[in-house]
């Protein structure tokens, strides 16, 4: 990685990339810290204490503390992320989006621009909402038409300012700039929950021999969970494809070996992003209505929902909601892969093209036993994602050690990291070859 990175620095049009996306990144935090005209921060922060450390942490992590902390980027790039799953699955509801997705770059940029004005779209009314929710729970300084307006645009603005900066990151430095935003905002929290946990575990601790063990145990597991995700994300089953020999003219061409690379963790982090929202969604809206802290059977079903009361051995009547969170993840693996990966089109485009897998028949036969193999990867890939996202909320529960950051945060660190350290590497392999070709 670091050899990776001083190579880059010796390129100059590569440095240039980098030096432009850490400024872009300088920018983010600063604007992370620029607080939202007309909300009273206090009355709010104690507010939000008042919840439950489970219910926003979730929202609190992938905007950098931004959206507890009220400032112009609290909505951060969660709207663009929705809106970027949205149009995934309507591209394949919708014919003509589908068409569009196949029709090149001109339809590629088609799609980017309805995603761009669905992510102002969704902040519009999601700020509107927010907005709304705290004037009449007398967390704005003062509830009126204008207070509203200028909390709603601020927020839409500063959606907005992240989609373009994470656009023009893609564009002009290194890396998804999506993901890179993403990145450093849950990067920017970690200190913040090393030191929660050394407070908690380590510095609280009387006997000296037992905060160096506990020191070690969080070291090594979190170590672990980080090794497992690279291992994760670098896991792929290569299929074999045998290309059939053509004669064109007096030339014999084809004949070549390939591969279809099927990755164990094919959907990413999208599974766990689902079903962490789909069971927040009403813990949240609880919440923002100041519902769910009795003692009535809606209570009990939302303290089910929410991860704080999971894997308590003094409660373990809540942690049923773990096993619904575990079905969900593998049930949304399952699901989003079979949006994404298409075997059978797989299977015609190598037929077209001359392709088969050796000792399976083109066409349909290519297409069950692609599908035979998805699914087994992908249930291996879904029992992974479990056990990384799993073990955070096991620590959580049975130990008290409440972090921001968990199985879903490191994979997304780990998946971004890798990705963007071979973009570089490609980047230099490609001006390489142009020196080469030049001399």
């Known amino acids: 990685m670091l050899e990776t990175l001083r190579n880059a620095f010796k390129i100059k049009d590569i440095r240039n990339r980098v030096i432009f996306t850490f ?19 206090d009355l709010l922060a104690n507010w939000f204490a008042s919840q439950g450390s489970d219910a926003f942490n979730f929202f609190d992590a992938i905007t950098g503390g931004s959206f ?9 790039i969660t709207p663009y992320i929705t809106s970027s799953i949205i149009m995934q699955l309507l591209t394949i509801a919708i014919p003509k989006l589908e068409e569009m997705q196949k029709d090149g770059e001109d339809g590629r940029k088609k799609i980017a621009e309805i995603t761009r004005y669905l992510t102002v779209a969704l902040a519009l009314i999601e700020s509107l909402a927010m907005a709304i929710g705290f004037g009449r729970g007398n967390y704005l300084e003062n509830f009126n038409a204008m207070s509203v307006i200028t909390i709603v645009a601020t927020m839409t603005a500063g959606s907005a300012v992240l989609m373009w900066i994470g656009e023009r990151i893609t564009e002009k430095g290194v890396g998804n700039g999506i993901s890179i935003v993403l990145t450093i905002n849950i990067i920017s929290r970690i200190p913040e929950d090393l030191m929660s946990l050394y407070q908690q575990f380590i510095a609280s601790s009387s006997n000296i021999g037992r905060a160096v063990l506990a020191a070690v145990i969080i070291l090594a597991i979190i170590l672990a969970v980080v090794l497992f995700v690279v291992l994760l994300q670098d896991g792929q089953r290569r299929i074999p494809v045998q290309y059939s020999k053509k004669i ?7 004949g070549q070996s390939s591969h279809i690379p099927l990755k164990v963790n ?5 599974p766990i992003i689902f079903a962490q929202s789909l069971m927040q969604f009403p813990v949240v809206i609880a919440s923002i209505l100041g519902k769910g802290n009795g003692t009535g059977i809606g209570s009990k079903i939302l303290h089910g ?17 773990l096993l619904v969170y575990i079905i969900l ?8 892969t079979s949006i994404t990966f298409n075997p059978l089109e797989i299977a015609n485009n190598m037929k077209k093209q001359g392709g088969f897998i050796p000792g399976i028949r083109p066409g349909k036969p290519t297409s069950d036993y692609l599908n035979r193999i998805l699914n087994y990867i992908v249930l291996i890939g879904a029992v992974a994602l479990v056990i990384v996202a799993v073990i955070p909320i096991f620590f959580n529960g049975v130990f008290g050690a409440n972090v921001s950051f968990g199985g879903t945060s490191i994979i997304i660190i780990v998946g971004v990291v890798i990705e963007t350290l071979k973009q570089i590497e490609s980047q230099m392999r490609v001006r390489y070859y142009k020196g080469f070709l030049n001399d």
């Open 329 to 336: 993840v593998v049930a949304f693996a399952y699901f989003y």
């Open 266 to 270: 094919t959907a990413g982090v999208i």
């Open 248 to 254: 064109q003219g007096r030339k014999q061409v084809g």
């Open 68 to 76: 507890l902390q009220m400032t112009i980027f609290a909505l951060n």
């Open 23 to 41: 400024f872009m990144l300088i920018v983010i935090r600063i604007g992370s810290q620029l607080p939202i005209p007309g909300v009273n921060r």
């Open 305 to 321: 929902l929410s991860q704080q009361y999971w894997c308590d051995p003094k409660q373990p009547i809540y942690s049923i909601g």
